[in-house]
């Protein structure tokens, strides 16, 4: 099944579907409020973020980190990102990214 890209004003949905209807059809579904603006279907069947991109670096294992400052926050993402940024002294929006790409990764 091929995976596509879906994307709204504020989201950028990863699925997978048979053909682009359906793959609106589910951003339809989760999103109601927010019409799909592109449709694109990945040429291949994976998907890659690059760390950098999101402007993660560093020797530390930032996944882990952000993980278990969500852990200790109990899923609270202010709270979550404060512990990161003491835990790590990385900057607000350094720290900010770490925990929403992880939130969105299923935490």
């Not at 930032?62 to 404060?82: E, F, Q, V, Y």
């Amino acid at each position: 099944m091929p995976l596509f890209e879906v994307e709204t004003e504020s989201h950028i949905i990863i699925t997978w579907a048979e053909n682009d209807n359906q793959a609106t059809e589910v951003v339809r579904e989760s999103y109601p409020h927010e019409p799909p603006i592109r449709v694109t279907r990945r040429p291949r069947d994976t998907w890659v973020i690059s760390k950098s991109a999101l402007g993660i670096s560093g020797a530390a294992d930032p996944c882990a980190t952000a993980r278990d400052c969500l852990a200790k926050a109990a899923g609270d993402k202010i709270h979550a990102i404060r512990l990161y940024m003491q835990h790590t002294g990385a900057d607000l929006e350094c720290s900010r990214k770490a925990i929403e790409s992880n939130m969105v990764m299923g935490w």
